[in-house]
């Protein structure tokens, strides 16, 4: 449950619910939005802007909000991982330090800038794309998500290799912070350090973990769409007992994507968890850091590596 929440909260939510939402049309777009969205001369009008802007200051307050529950989380999966035995669980869960917190916060917020500039240089491509593929589509059988993809194919391909080294970048930094401390700046600079000294083995735990994680959620998302495809024609047909066996089949589904979203989050908690104990004591000298716990206040491995 607890990686299930940090993996909901960091927008796996919006990936599950992709499957199972009808995306507009052109039309649909156009009644919603009306027609003074886009000037004649493709440019986004005040309400457009205002729109936009709306959302921006939405999508912030909802990346502060995560940050802080993501890294409680975090903290959580961190201490299972290291002391999968703790008796001490048994009593309660515990809880980390404010400060602690709010460097965990401050961490994937610090590794964001570079997915917000990748992003903003990215929406002006993206933008000219959908604007063409809503005024002259290149095909009709395509959605349009996917016709905007391959239209602005470069500018998504940046934006999401820019996105998987931030992510990386954070995991690292924030379990750092977690066993060694030190503060959110010198976090960052020893998970760089930590990349640049251990390339091969950061990448295959990049590459094994992801992968592993993008082909389960993959196939359940699979199961979701053609559930809910299911649901779809049976309501179309107006068949009640078809619609009640594919609305189970489709709640089926969405259980097993969650389950199989909470696995695959675990493992790449623990994945990346090993990878910096392992590596903790090296690079920590390194960056100049001191290699002592600061978050756990445990026994654990990577304490004891640090001891050594």
């Known amino acids: 449950m607890v990686a299930l929440a940090g993996f909901l909260l960091r927008g796996g939510i919006v990936l599950l619910a992709l499957p199972s939402v009808i995306l507009p049309s052109v039309i649909g777009i156009a009644s919603v939005t009306g027609v003074d969205a886009i000037s004649i001369a493709g440019q986004p009008t005040t309400w457009l802007v205002e729109l936009i802007a709306l959302a921006i200051v939405a999508t912030i307050t909802w990346l502060a909000v995560a940050s802080l529950v993501g890294s409680l989380t975090d903290f959580w999966l961190i201490q299972m991982t290291l002391e999968p035995g703790d008796e001490r669980r048994q009593e309660g869960v515990p809880l980390p330090r404010m400060s602690l917190l709010l460097q965990l916060a401050a961490i994937r917020m610090i590794c964001l ?30 959605p349009l998500p996917l016709r ?13 290799l820019v996105w998987l080294a931030a992510e990386t970048t954070a995991a690292i930094a924030v379990r750092r912070e977690v066993l060694a401390g030190g503060g959110a700046w010198r976090s960052v600079l020893g998970a760089a350090v930590e990349i640049v000294h251990r390339p091969i083995s950061t990448l295959l ?37 078809t619609f009640a066996l594919a609305t189970l089949a489709l709640a089926v589904a969405w259980v097993a994507a969650l389950a199989v979203s909470a696995v695959t989050s675990a493992w790449r908690s623990a994945a990346f968890t090993g990878e910096v104990a392992d590596a903790l004591p090296a690079t920590s000298a390194r960056a100049g850091e001191a290699p002592q716990r600061s978050g756990l206040g445990l026994s654990g491995a990577a304490g004891e590596r640090s001891g050594d």
């Open 113 to 142: 800038v570079p997915l917000a500039v990748a992003l903003s240089w990215a929406a002006t491509r993206i933008f000219n794309a959908t604007y063409d593929e809503l005024t002259t589509p290149s095909n009709l059988t395509s």
């Open 205 to 241: 735990t990049v590459v094994v973990s992801h992968v592993t994680s993008a082909v389960a959620i993959g196939l359940a998302l699979v199961g979701t769409s053609t559930a809910f495809d299911w649901c779809r024609i049976a309501a179309r047909n107006q068949d009640r007992v």
């Open 148 to 160: 905007v993809v391959l239209a602005a194919g470069d500018a998504v391909a940046v934006v999401v």
